[in-house]
């Protein structure tokens, strides 16, 4: 869901380079040594991309430099990255550019496409021996190296239209005269003035806003995204403004968790061509207020009396409200908390398992693991350039650190680890337990380089297939629950979490 706009090259240039400065691009660190000359083809594409950036320090070409390490696959000490693919091509520099600007791009684009083609190549390769999940991981490095390589783009089913990359039904809506307004969603050209003088488009009539305030019931927005179906008596733009959200969020969920996201099988065919799997519409309601929430979220389990939002699983539905409360969590958080929840809990594995046990994740152990991947990807942020999780400045993470020097703040993970649902939502430290699995999910990502990452990953895909225990934590890292706990102390005392 992006908004369609067109700009001549040389503005798109001019953005280009200015957008990247204001993105922070040119802050990035770079590594020493002297200028870069011609870049070094057998080295790995990053370091190419890098050389000619260095290049374009030594000549003040700082914006130039900038966009050149946009092409560098992301990567932070403490945070889980995703880059987002462009939707503005970049094949052409306006023709006033530069002799020294016209060097650069010649060179870049010859990075590009050699990096994106070898990173293509060594995808497909995997794809073919049947390591679906590692060629999608190459398959999104190939995609940054070279966003304007329409071999990558076709795979995520994108294609270049009027210098922007749009998916089918963006082009069919194109082509039905509609546009995607940033505040009103795809709606028809001719129609945005009736919605900018107040009217709305509501069940195929077009209604004043006196006439809006006088119905008995509030007005419910239906937006449907590639994903989601989000049904909102909030304000239409902000029900799309959620919506645009959770495509970002589900983008990044599906392509940094594949193991959940879809089968081996599946994730091997979308590298060869095959398209992405398709799935059911995921159920959002955005309620106005805490009433209405209350009012539905009781029908279906009277235990929502005391919740503030939450992902039901009998209607496979997250239930959701705007606070007024400032002391609330933010809608945001809640939002991709839940969402968390709900991608699991309908991803394939575990809808294979549920049909096959009809047992739910959790139950007998490893509870937390439920908790711990929500509350990381709550702190999920959708920035114009990359999507991002994790990072420092989290309240849970600051709890979860503080709670090492309070009497009894952390549970010892042998025993941490054996609750189940029913004992971890009833137990009268529910918040320390909240902030333990914070803490523990935090760890296990980002510990030594990431050294426990793949663990994680194994111990999420185990939960959510009914095949968990809950010695898994110590088998799958090698170490003993003493040990264990050492190391994970260790890492909350020495990381600098702070509370935003």
């Known amino acids: 869901m992006h908004p369609i706009r067109f700009f001549p090259p040389r503005v798109v240039f001019a953005a280009l380079l200015l957008g990247a400065a204001l993105l922070g691009f040119a802050d990035d660190q770079t590594s020493g040594g002297p200028p870069g000359q011609t870049p070094n083809a057998a080295a790995p594409p990053d370091e190419r991309f890098e050389e000619l950036a260095r290049w374009c320090d030594s000549r003040s070409m700082t914006l130039e430099a900038a966009v050149t390490r946009r092409r560098v696959f992301p990567s932070a000490d403490y945070e889980l990255v995703l880059p987002k693919r462009p939707v503005q091509s970049f094949l052409s520099l306006p023709e006033d550019a530069t002799k020294q600007q016209t060097e650069w791009f010649d060179r870049l684009r010859r990075i590009q496409t050699s990096s994106g083609n070898e990173l293509l190549e060594q995808a497909q390769s995997l794809a073919r021996a049947g390591k679906g999940y590692r060629a999608v991981r190459t398959v999104l490095r190939a995609a940054c190296a070279d966003p304007d390589n329409d071999q990558i783009r076709a795979l995520f089913g994108e294609t270049l239209r009027d210098g922007r990359w749009l998916n089918q039904g963006q082009i069919e809506r194109l082509q039905q005269g509609q546009v995607d307004h940033p505040d009103y969603g795809w709606v028809a050209k001719e129609d945005i003035p009736r919605y900018e003088s107040g009217e709305i488009l509501y069940r195929g009539r077009w209604l004043s806003a006196e006439e809006v305030s006088r119905q008995k019931k509030p007005v419910a927005w239906q937006i449907q995204t590639d994903h989601f179906k989000v049904t909102a008596s909030i304000s239409l733009s902000e029900a799309v403004r959620i919506g645009r959200l959770l495509e970002d969020f589900h983008d990044f969920w599906f ?44 029908r279906l389990d009277p235990t929502a009396v005391v919740s503030s939002g939450g992902y039901l699983p009998a209607v496979r539905s997250i239930y959701i409200y705007p606070s007024e409360d400032p002391n609330d969590t933010p809608l945001e958080t809640m939002l991709f908390h839940e969402a968390t929840h709900q991608l699991f809990a309908e991803s394939p594995i575990a809808s294979r398992a549920l049909s096959r046990q009809r047992l739910t994740a959790g139950v007998r152990g490893n509870y937390w693991v439920l908790e711990s991947i929500a509350v990381y990807l709550e702190t999920f942020q959708s920035l114009p350039d990359r999507c991002r999780a994790g990072g420092t400045r989290s309240l849970r993470f600051v709890r ?101």
Not at 272 to 286: E, M, S, T
């Open 255 to 298: 392509f940094s968790f594949p193991e959940s996201s879809m089968t081996e099988k599946e994730a091997a065919g979308f590298v060869l061509g095959k398209g992405l799997p398709q799935r059911k519409r995921h159920q959002v309601k955005v309620f106005r207020n805490r009433g209405e929430y209350l009012t539905a979220a009781t």
């Open 400 to 500: 979860a650190k503080e709670r090492l020097h309070e009497p009894e703040g952390l549970l010892p993970l042998q025993k941490f680890v054996s609750l189940g649902k029913e004992e971890f939502q009833s137990s009268g430290r529910l918040p320390a337990l909240y902030t333990e699995s914070a803490g523990l999910g935090h760890f296990l990502f980002h510990a030594d380089g990431g050294r426990f990452a793949p663990v994680f990953r194994e111990l999420l895909t185990r939960v959510y297939s009914l095949r968990d225990t809950p010695e898994d934590l110590a088998q799958l890292t090698g170490l003993s629950f003493e040990n264990l706990d050492a190391a994970f102390r260790g890492y909350l005392d020495k990381t600098p979490f702070s509370q935003e």
